[in-house]
């Protein structure tokens, strides 16, 4: 069987996640108490079911706190589990609740939207430690769907290597494991020519092939992370995030988020551009 546990902070967009595993053929339950998952598998396998979704959250209280030995049982059983942790940025959340109206599972009378937002990051922090982390910040909910269905199409035997640029200007990704700034390279922005094109564009790739400084930072990242992935491997990690940053995300990261993903085409590889998903 095969397990997707979806987690994360509320306004994050949890519901967005599991209606696209569900809309993926996976049987999906919300806001299922994490002391009742090994009798919910239990249940599916006799009913036939093949893939679960379940949401686990801060609205499940203190069974919370079993998720972690919970989920070493079921794989004790042979039953391929995954956590995906959805987060963003507080002022994100802050902005999300004021927009929908809806009231955090954590505020009251005495307590507003900001103190919930840090008392539920608290009251995570050990479980965001269990999975693949994806910030929501500047994600719009197609992108969304797309990544998790992405993730969870993976091969989950082998590390899943994603290589992720961004715009500095929009904030560093609250996902990453490496984070490479790239804004001391040459910038096509300044070419009212170029400004128009992205880094998958070929009068983007031909400026930059030409730019030796270019083609050597490509290399030093792809060497050091050669160099470290063997140890992210030996850690049982389902995921590891290469971030690349530059001003605004469309051209220096985009490029060389393409080439890293290329030169590492050997292994499980994903590639995400987040200020290009914000666009469309």
């Known amino acids: 069987m095969r397990l997707i546990l ?6 994050s967009g949890k519901s967005v996640a599991l ?10 339950v919300d806001n299922l108490p994490a002391t009742m998952l090994h009798e919910a598998m239990s249940l599916y396998a006799d009913y036939g079911y093949e893939q679960i979704a379940i949401s686990v959250d801060t609205r499940s209280g203190p069974s919370l706190g079993a998720l972690p030995a919970e989920m070493e049982k079921l794989r004790a059983q042979q039953v391929d589990v995954r956590l995906l942790f959805l987060e963003a940025t507080p002022a994100t959340l802050v902005k999300r609740f004021s ?13 507003t939207v900001e103190e919930s937002i840090l008392l539920e990051q608290d009251m995570l922090a050990e479980i965001m430690e269990l999975g693949t ?22 091969d989950s035997s082998r590390l899943t290597l994603i290589f992720e640029s961004f715009g500095f200007k929009h904030g560093l990704p609250r996902d990453a494991d490496f984070v490479f700034d790239v804004r001391c390279l040459p910038n096509p922005y300044y070419d009212p020519q170029l400004r128009p094109f992205t880094g998958r564009d070929q009068p983007i ?3 930059f092939q030409q730019t030796p400084e270019v083609q050597q930072m490509v290399g030093d990242i792809q060497q050091l992370v050669s160099k470290w992935l063997p140890c992210f491997s030996m850690e049982n990690r389902s995921y590891l995030t290469v ?6 995300g469309q051209h220096r990261s985009v490029y ?22 914000r666009q469309n």
Request: proline residues 1%; glycine residues 8%; hydrophobic residues 40%.
């Open 6 to 11: 979806i987690s994360g902070l509320s306004g």
């Open 19 to 28: 209606r696209a595993l569900e809309d993926a053929g996976f049987y999906c």
């Open 99 to 111: 927009e929908t109206r809806r009231r955090h599972p954590l505020s009251g009378a005495d307590v």
């Open 133 to 154: 982390r994806i910030d929501t910040s500047e994600l719009s909910a197609n992108a969304l769907r797309s990544w998790v269905r992405e993730l969870v199409d993976a």
């Open 205 to 207: 790739i031909d400026f």
């Open 243 to 248: 971030a690349v940053g530059c001003t605004g």
């Open 256 to 277: 060389i988020t393409e080439q890293l993903a290329r030169l590492f085409a050997a292994e499980q590889v994903l590639v995400r551009h987040r200020q290009l998903y």
